[in-house]
């Protein structure tokens, strides 16, 4: 059980990732790019795909992202950067564990709770984290039925209030809408670079990079979908729908006789991404692990560190979604691509040594 | 090590030091020959009949001096050895084995009318089938052992006896198939059978904390059956088998957690229903696990889960309810669980006192007067027959009901669903004995998937599980 097979990473790219880009990126870019909010999630898919592919490709050398580093900078250089990554990584989690403390407290409470029931989250956090990189694969082998069972069930509910021709004409929304919307999302898409932690982990295998890469768009078209139906549903007032997976199924003819049946779907979904908000701060672990040394206790210490660190995050930051958010897709919105576009690409062009040891 | 010296007053005098109780006793008679010879025996597990008839009375015929062979041939027994040793003798005799000892005997003669007292081989009542075979190992290792030989006649079947417990000194039988079963896992079976250093073994449960890779895991780790025809399909997938002395309940290894979804019964009935009745089993358990608390997180946290009208219900029957939903269901879940523990226990003919009491007084008059409400009597009483659809899992899915109970009590539905989560990533994280817990799930293999949850017709399965690595893959030409 030491390597992810190609199974579970393709599981990966085209069931567990997309499902973060569910809650609240919908609302989102409905409020940015208007009825063009395909467009800027299709180009992030994109770019996102080729970064994959990158990735992938690296997985062929075998060699983790500390050795590639290493071998091309030095051990100090290697350790710095490879720290610097890890520090990304956890910045980059921030934003799916906010989103899911407000999911978790609009969805499945009448009444606003307090931080403490979103706080077993940590524990959970915690213990899966220091677990390895091949556990969470096995998860994946798990979880993907679930993704599947819980994103179709939700659109087979919602499919039918939907009102495509909502999304027409393409590109009333202008330059500005694309480029706001391209701008803003920038930090629900780095997929790709929780795929360079998993790197000598991974059991390569012929064509996996092409592979992989059409797993992961036939993932991303499972977002647009949900976005056209999304929009289609809600049109002018998708602003105010933030949690979107959770609110296009309540129109469905069936509810009112059967209650929310559709929570089953919404749970199953929440499940899978209570496993996909973790990955990121599971990445940085191991990062951490790859650059000063492999040992059970120092995984625990990074686990529950890393998880305390959160919940005081989450704490402080308990009313301040809305500024994180600006600024993530403001001011800070560069530091995304910086690490999962161009990184990829990077390491490929520049570890040639890496290739030939490979 | 002490032996035979060929004295007999010596010998005896040393078997008796040996085997001081009052139990051991010895029976001294002389041949026609002249020469005399003393049988040393366990009174209570010795067939004295057998003893007299086919030992001492054609030994007393013997003339001349006699040699050991022509005692051997004398016996009119086909289960003789011989031993020098004293020890190893008096092991023999602890075992039932009476042991013959003659003046110049160089070894002593061993004749195995061991005493045994079984009872006969029936249903067990833990695996009761409508269709298939009906036979039950029972506590004899001999005698289940000769049910597993009944259905495999081939040298292929191999039965290695290993002695465990210092006292006890119980038999416990590895049973495989030389070249379908891995040879890691025997060796690693028979590895940790004998590293066990414990005096007593009284069922085989005992050694499943031992054969288990994390002993006090809520997941059990070693498969278990009472059924021959259970236990030799499992031999044949490519399992290792065990047989305790003294225990009907066989165990294998490497246990999948799939296995306790299935019954013999599946193998005789169309595939369909097989299939239908497996997903059923399933559905039955995570009604028995999770429904109590679902039930309670949506009363307490999130009642727009429940329809109107349902709700409207509900909201009549636990208006004047003391406790909390929570308190409550943990209370009549309690209330089973106690009825359940007692009914097993209690005497047969109390039984029916138990039902009226469990059924009419605590159930009935705890709703009319307003302790506990009918929806939560409901729901407990639908996870009560959940949790026996899967018999063999009772024990973890009882615990895990009522820990999702609380989770759904102090933190609501994001509780259950991170307890699932923790739940599920300590199952996939488990393997013994080189297989994965979960699989074929996780990891997947789709070829296993075939007898999983949903099981294909015969015909298409010609090949053992892949999960289990036997190097005989194929099993239908």
């Known amino acids: 059980m030491n390597k992810l097979s190609a199974r579970q990473v393709y599981f990966l790219l085209a069931c567990i990732l ?49 050795e590639m580093l290493e071998g091309t900078l030095g051990h100090v250089a290697a350790c710095v950067l490879q720290t610097v990554f890890a520090l990304f990584l956890l910045f980059a989690a921030l934003l799916p564990v906010l989103e899911q403390k407000l999911l978790v407290q609009s969805v499945f409470y009448d009444t606003l709770p307090t931080i403490a029931s979103f706080a077993p989250f940590f524990l959970f956090a915690a213990y899966a984290c220091s677990k390895p990189l091949a556990s969470f694969g096995r998860m994946w082998d798990m979880l993907a039925p679930f993704s599947l069972a819980g994103y179709f069930g939700i659109l087979l509910l919602s499919v039918g209030s939907a009102d495509l021709a909502a999304l027409a004409p393409t590109g009333a929304a202008g330059a500005s809408g694309f480029f706001g919307g391209t701008m803003s999302a920038f930090a629900w898409f780095y997929d790709a670079a929780l795929l360079l932690p998993l790197l000598g982990k991974i059991d390569y295998t012929r064509g996996m990079a092409w592979k992989g890469m ?101 704490l402080v930051l308990d009313y301040r979604f809305g500024e994180i958010l600006a600024a993530l897709s403001g001011v800070l919105f560069w530091i995304f691509p910086l690490f999962c576009l161009a990184l990829p690409p990077l390491l490929l062009l520049f570890g040639r040594n890496d290739r030939a040891r490979a | 090590m002490k032996q035979i010296s060929g004295a007999l007053q010596r010998d005896v005098a040393a078997l008796k030091k040996l085997l001081p109780a009052e ?21 209570a597990v010795t067939n004295k009949e057998l003893l007299g008839e086919e030992v001492v009375r054609p030994l007393r015929l013997l003339s001349g001096k006699p040699s050991l062979r022509a005692v051997k041939e004398r016996v009119n027994f086909s289960e003789v050895r011989s031993e020098k040793s004293l020890k190893k003798l008096a092991e023999e ?24 007292f079984v009872r006969a081989v ?41 002695t465990v417990g210092r006292r006890s000194k119980t038999i416990v039988m590895v049973c495989y198939l030389a070249g379908t079963s891995v040879e890691e896992t025997v060796k690693e079976v028979k590895g940790k059978l004998e590293k066990i250093d414990i005096d007593y073994i009284p069922d085989s449960s005992y050694l499943t904390h031992f054969l288990s890779s994390r002993p006090y895991s809520l997941v059990k780790q070693v498969g278990t059956t009472e059924k021959p025809d259970i236990f030799c399909a499992k031999l044949a997938e490519g399992r290792v088998g065990l047989l305790v002395d003294g225990s009907p309940i066989a165990l ?61 219900t509900i909201a009549g029957s636990i208006r004047d309810i003391p406790f909390s939903p929570s308190l409550e269901m943990l209370l009549v879940l309690l209330v089973l669980e ?27 008059t705890a709703v009319s007067a307003g302790f506990v409400s009918t929806p939560a009597i409901i729901i407990v009483a639908f996870s009560g027959i959940g949790l026996y659809a899967v018999p063999n899992l009772i024990e973890q899915t009882s615990i895990l009901r009522l820990s999702m109970l609380l989770v759904a009590g102090s933190v609501g539905t994001y509780g259950i669903v991170l307890l699932t989560g923790f739940t599920l990533f300590y199952l996939v994280t488990a393997e013994n004995f080189g297989a994965p817990l979960m699989a074929p799930f996780s990891p997947l293999v789709k070829r296993d998937l075939r007898d999983s949850l949903i099981k294909y017709n015969l015909g298409s399965l010609p090949l053992r599980p892949k999960t289990l690595k036997s190097p005989n893959k194929r099993r239908l030409k």
């Open chain 2, 338 to 364: 106690i009825l359940n523990e007692a009914s097993i226990r209690m005497p047969k003919y109390v039984g029916m006192a138990l039902s009226v009491v469990g059924a009419l007084v605590l159930g009935e």
């Open chain 2, 122 to 162: 029936a249903e067990p009542p833990t695996d009761v089938t409508i269709k298939g075979p009906r036979e039950g190992f029972i506590e004899d290792v001999k005698i289940n052992t000769s049910l597993i030989r009944r259905r495999f006649k081939t040298g292929e079947l191999l039965l290695e006896p290993v």
């Open chain 2, 23 to 43: 139990d051991i006793l010895t029976f001294p008679f002389a041949a026609e020959g002249g020469t005399a010879f003393t049988v040393v025996f366990s009174d």
């Open chain 1, 18 to 66: 997309p499902v973060g880009k569910l809650i609240l990126l919908p609302a989102r870019l409905a409020d940015v790019s208007k009825n063009d909010l395909l467009l800027p999630a299709a180009l992030h898919l994109l770019l996102q795909a080729g970064a994959v592919f990158c990735a992938l490709l690296l997985a062929k050398r075998n060699m983790s992202l500390f």
């Open chain 1, 214 to 314: 059409l797993f992961y768009l036939a993932g991303g078209a499972g977002v647009l979908i949900f976005l056209a139906v999304f929009y289609g549903i809600f049109q002018e007032t998708s602003v105010n729908q933030l949690y979107a997976f959770t609110a296009t199924s309540k129109y469905f003819s069936g509810i009112a006789t059967l209650g929310r049946a559709d929570y089953l779907f919404i749970i199953v979904l929440t499940l899978v991404m209570t496993f996909s908000c973790i990955l990121p701060i599971q990445g940085a672990i191991e990062c951490a692990l790859q650059a000063y040394g492999r040992k059970r206790w120092l995984a625990i210490v990074l686990s529950v560190g890393a998880s305390l660190v959160f919940l005081i995050l989450v």
């Open chain 2, 252 to 312: 294998t290894v490497p246990y999948l957690l799939v296995e306790d979804f299935q019954s013999s019964e599946d193998y005789f009935v169309p595939s369909y229903r097989a299939s239908f009745t497996r997903l059923l089993r399933l559905f039955a358990l995570l009604v028995a696990i999770y429904l109590p608390a679902f039930y309670v997180a949506a009363q307490l946290f999130k009642l727009q889960l429940f329809p109107v009208k349902l709700l409207l």
């Open chain 2, 93 to 116: 005799i602890l075992a039932g084995n009476p042991v013959l000892l003659w003046e110049g005997a160089e070894e002593g003669v061993i004749v195995g009318t061991k005493l045994v």
